[in-house]
């Protein structure tokens, strides 16, 4: 029996070098293009192919600098929450993977709000009673603070809010 076995090509080459080859690559037939920019994008983001940075960096065309300027957005912008929608790939996995190309990583707290915490928001327009008053809604105040109104309305009934629903309107439990 005659069997072939393909070799294992260790590539060490720097980011501009990268971003040439994957381009180049190009030239080769389709199914050897994707070989080698599939190694170029292994060497690059030294991680397996199929891996959550193997495929940010094959998608970005192995562009380092625009990889980690493309993930601190998004991270920023919709959290690994968003991000995991968004790339298929588990938060703990995006999480690992953002902080091995040197992003820095919020505290899991802010996971669900990637503009800050209730808690902070509340604080920050002058506590729950004054903001009650001065917004209609959580929505209202959802808009303004850039946090999600499900996270503003869990704060608040963990800080012994409910939702007076024929009144429409927050209230203490046991208050007036």
């Not at 193997?54 to 929450?81: I, N, P």
């Not at 869990?154 to 203490?172: A, N, P, S, T």
Request: glycine share 10%.
């Amino acid at each position: 029996m005659n069997r072939q076995y393909g070799k294992e090509l260790r590539l060490f080459i720097s980011n501009k070098e990268g971003k040439e080859l994957f381009k180049w690559a190009d030239k080769f037939n389709p199914t050897l293009a994707e070989k080698v920019k599939g190694a170029i994008a292994c060497a690059l983001s030294g991680c397996p192919s199929g891996s959550f940075l193997w495929h940010v960096f094959f998608h970005y065309e192995c562009d380092a600098e625009k990889v980690k300027k493309e993930l601190r957005r998004q991270y920023k912008e919709k959290g690994t929450t968003g991000m995991e929608w968004q790339w298929g790939f588990h938060r703990t996995t995006i999480t690992k993977g953002l902080q091995k190309i040197g992003i820095e990583i919020k505290p899991p707290i802010y996971n669900h709000a990637p503009y800050g915490l209730a808690s902070e928001a509340f604080k920050k327009y002058g506590g729950i009673k004054t903001v009650l008053k001065q917004f209609g809604s959580m929505a209202q105040f959802s808009k303004v603070c850039k946090v999600h109104a499900v996270n503003l309305a869990i704060y608040l009934k963990k800080q012994g809010y409910y939702y007076d629903r024929e009144e429409g309107r927050w209230k203490v439990k046991g208050g007036k």
